[in-house]
């Protein structure tokens, strides 16, 4: 760790290594052996939930695109399942809807994280773990538990903010969800909330990971509080910042659960293919369609890692640059 | 550089499962519709109904503690896509189907059939399906053959408050220009008061299937005409725009939690037979007394009433079994169709089996709840030669793109012109994407 923090402030530009050590030839062999040994599990895992549904999912992108009334368009299709998706009246629909959620959620979400762990961390003792309990409350109310208390928080009849819905003209949890623009706002409350706490403590975690010794160095130089986390611990997670963008955007971009069952709440005044994950649904178990349902997942694979590898190469959140 | 190392591991496991995929041979195929072999369990059937179908598979375990039967319980949002997903699955596995379904709503049978999941009732069961009327059993005649039978009868009928009409002086509607005039009038009158809803999935059973306009119009199975600029269209969505215009209707849907509410204010509307029982009586606890129903309305020009038909939902059983299991299954096909143990104790609305209806009609005019119980139940049974027959249950939701244009649009503010060609733009669309060629005129 300490090493990593001294490269961290010394280490300039890509090419900076730590030197190579000469090992002898027995001890790598185990080291190697070693790795592969811890590595193994999670490979594993890897190759069921990951690699092999994106393998299959790709392979059955290429077969031709059927529907119910041409039900026997079997076989090699080559890209005819990407250009079905692509073309369908939904498709730009969808991403520009996601979209709108990120653009919100994104910013709120990343300087709220980051600002509550600042604020747990410059309240050490029983304050702060107690406020870190608090914030990771609303986490803990998951998936479905989680929407159960927004629909509750959204019904203006029964809401404890009704009086502020009902300033807004709104007297139905229809209107509340279905009034243009509501809903990018309402999802976005909704992802915030869910995923704030346990991403408080996650960057709480970089933040006890700076050695004391550099924050005790940095008050005897003068530093305040504020100077301290603006100047000091801020740049030092900036990897733990990276990594909480990446992924909340990862599964920010994939969001499902939440439109699909307010939908239904509403009774069904949502559009139902509002996000690109609900397109593919639409697309397997309406339409008909795998290979176009697997297009979609193979799109969204690619837009996905295309951000993360841009987080992870160009923005030098994970690089070792010096700030 | 940690990273790279990383991703280069990853490229090496991707390269083996790729390969190992390929050397598994993809197998499967991802074709949809397949009738593969007919299984037979032995005699246990397993069913699959919606909540308030529970009381219907319940009973027939009661009435038939010889055959072992698992009851599953579905979820019974009308829109919902969950069991089509299920059916997806099922096609693509190949096993996996429910002897018996009740379908959450009726335009699964579309999918149901196409997929060759459904039965054909015609020649399984042709005592059964000789059973009803011919209009009343009209959308399961699909591709030449019966491949459902109907719970409930479902049609129209004209409801009204009958304590209000006496209180403020009004004459019960008979034609859709009256009714029109009227819910203006009463809009007017007594702001608040609504005389209609247009927020639900049935919505557009109520008003397009009542007008006949093509949105479900099947020219053959690869061809739907839709044209909302159809007269038989036009008429019905001016109606609806001055009615939405004067606040005479409610945005919210039947079904809505809100809709307790606003069902309190609600002096008339078209509304299917079992919005007596079901939705008046059970769910908006109206006083007693207080409804009444009225027969059908009819368009200008035309001598005869023409209503819409909302739900009366339909039951299909599987073509995938044979043996025990399909005699079991056909035991509980002719149970859920035509006991009265379930159509004449149980269910809450008109039986849709003709021999039913009689004996369902007495025992609920044993129940006294409408202001004129004897007037109100004598409507029901003749409504349902109201319904145009031409209206097919397709591929494309029409009530669900009804809820997310129209109902969300009217929710929303917006006007009902915009909602109109939202609806229009978005029906047509779906058409496709489902693979239909859509022709404007027939």
Redesign the interface.
């Known amino acids: 760790m300490t090493t990593n923090t001294v490269q961290a402030r010394v280490g300039a530009g890509a090419p900076s290594r730590a030197p190579h050590r000469r090992a002898h030839p027995l001890m790598r062999r185990r080291e190697v052996a070693g790795a592969w040994t811890l590595m193994f599990p999670y490979i594993v895992l890897l190759l069921i939930g990951g690699v092999i549904p994106i393998g299959y999912a790709l392979w059955v992108s290429f077969q031709k695109s059927p529907t119910l009334l041409e039900p026997d368009l079997t076989g090699f299709g080559g890209l005819a399942a990407y250009a079905k998706a692509f073309t369908d009246f939904r498709f730009a629909q969808s991403f520009i809807d996601i979209f709108s959620v990120l653009i919100i959620w994104m910013p709120v979400m990343i300087i709220a994280v980051v600002g509550l762990a600042l604020l747990v961390h410059a309240s050490p003792g029983r304050f702060g773990s107690i406020m870190r309990f608090i914030y990771y409350i609303p986490g803990a109310l998951g998936g479905v538990a989680n929407l159960m208390l927004w629909v509750y928080l959204l019904n203006p009849s029964q809401s404890p903010i009704s009086g502020f819905l009902h300033a807004l003209g709104l007297t139905t949890i229809k209107q509340v969800v279905a009034t243009p623009g509501d809903l990018a706002v309402i999802l976005s409350a909704m992802l915030l909330l869910q995923g704030l706490g346990q991403w408080v403590v996650t960057v709480n975690g970089g933040l006890n990971s700076i050695p004391d010794e550099i924050l005790e160095a940095a008050s005897l130089d003068g530093a305040n509080a504020w100077q301290l986390a603006w100047r000091v611990k801020l740049p030092m997670i900036r990897q733990w910042i990276g990594y909480t963008a990446l992924l909340n955007l990862a599964y920010g971009f994939q969001l499902f659960l939440e439109p699909y069952l307010l939908n239904q709440v509403a009774s069904g005044a949502l559009p139902s293919e509002y996000t690109p994950t609900q397109l593919g649904y639409w697309f397997a178990f309406v339409g008909h369609d795998f290979p176009s349902a697997a297009a979609m997942s193979v799109i969204i694979v690619i837009i996905t890692l295309a951000i993360g590898l841009i987080v992870v190469f160009r923005s030098g959140l994970f690089s070792v640059e010096e700030h | ?1 940690k ?1 790279r190392k990383l991703l280069s ?2 490229t090496t ?2 390269a083996i ?2 390969v ?2 390929a050397l598994s041979g ?1 197998t499967s ?6 009738t593969g072999t007919q299984t037979d369990s032995g005699g246990k059937i397993t069913v699959w109904v919606d909540a308030p179908r529970v009381p219907a598979a319940d009973a027939f375990k009661k009435a038939h503690p010889e055959i072992p039967i698992n009851i599953v319980q579905i979820d019974s ?5 969950t069991t ?2 299920h059916f ?2 099922f ?2 596995a190949k096993k996996g189907w429910p002897d018996a379904i009740f379908f959450p709503s009726n335009d699964d049978i579309a ?1 149901a059939a ?2 060759g999941y459904t039965a054909n009732m015609s020649k399984l069961t042709p005592d059964l399906v000789a059973g009803y009327t011919k209009p009343v059993l009209a959308q399961c005649f699909i591709d030449g053959k019966y491949q459902c039978l109907r719970n409930d009868a479902a049609p129209d009928v004209l409801w009204y408050n009958a304590t209000l009409f006496k209180q403020w002086g009004y004459t019960v509607p008979t034609t859709w220009a009256d009714y029109q005039s009227l819910a203006v009038k009463i809009a007017t009158e007594h702001p608040g008061y609504i005389s209609g809803f247009t ?3 049935y919505a557009p059973n109520r008003y397009l299937w009542a007008s006949d306009c093509p949105t479900n119009d099947q020219v053959n ?2 061809t739907v005409h839709i044209n909302l600029a159809d007269p038989k269209c036009t008429r019905a969505s001016d109606m609806l725009s001055t009615l939405v215009g004067a606040k005479a209707l409610s ?3 039947i ?4 809709a307790t ?1 606003a069902g309190q204010k609600l002096v008339m509307s078209p509304g299917a037979v079992w919005w007596g029982n079901y939705l008046f009586e059970q769910t908006w606890k109206l006083p007693k007394g207080s409804m009444q129903a009225a027969p059908g309305l009819s368009w200008p020009g035309a001598s005869s009433a023409q209503m819409g038909d909302e739900g009366g939902g339909l039951w299909g059983f599987s073509s995938h079994i044979k043996g025990k299991e399909l005699k079991n299954t056909e035991v509980f096909a002719k149970f859920v169709a035509s006991d009265p143990a379930w159509q004449v104790d149980l269910t809450t609305g008109l039986p849709a089996f003709t021999a039913q209806q009689q004996p369902w009609l007495t025992k609920q005019a044993g129940d006294d709840f409408y202001a004129d119980t004897t007037a109100t139940l004598a409507t029901f049974a003749p409504a349902i030669a109201t319904v145009p027959t031409d209206y097919a249950y397709l ?1 494309y939701d029409t ?2 793109e009804w ?2 244009t129209i ?3 009217l ?3 917006k006007s009902f012109s915009d909602a109109w060609t939202d609806f229009g733009t978005d029906l047509t ?1 779906k058409a496709k ?4 060629t859509v022709v404007t005129s027939k």
Do not use: H, I
């Open positions: 550089m990273t591991v990853t496991v991707a499962a790729m190992g995929l993809c195929s991802t074709k949809g519709a397949s949002t009308v829109g919902a896509t089509e997903q997806a699955q096609d693509a999918w196409k997929t927020g639900d999935a199975a690869t945005t919210d849907g079904f809505d939690a809100d509410v591929l009530g669900g809820t997310s109902a969300k649009d929710a929303g503010g669309a994407a489902a693979g239909y």
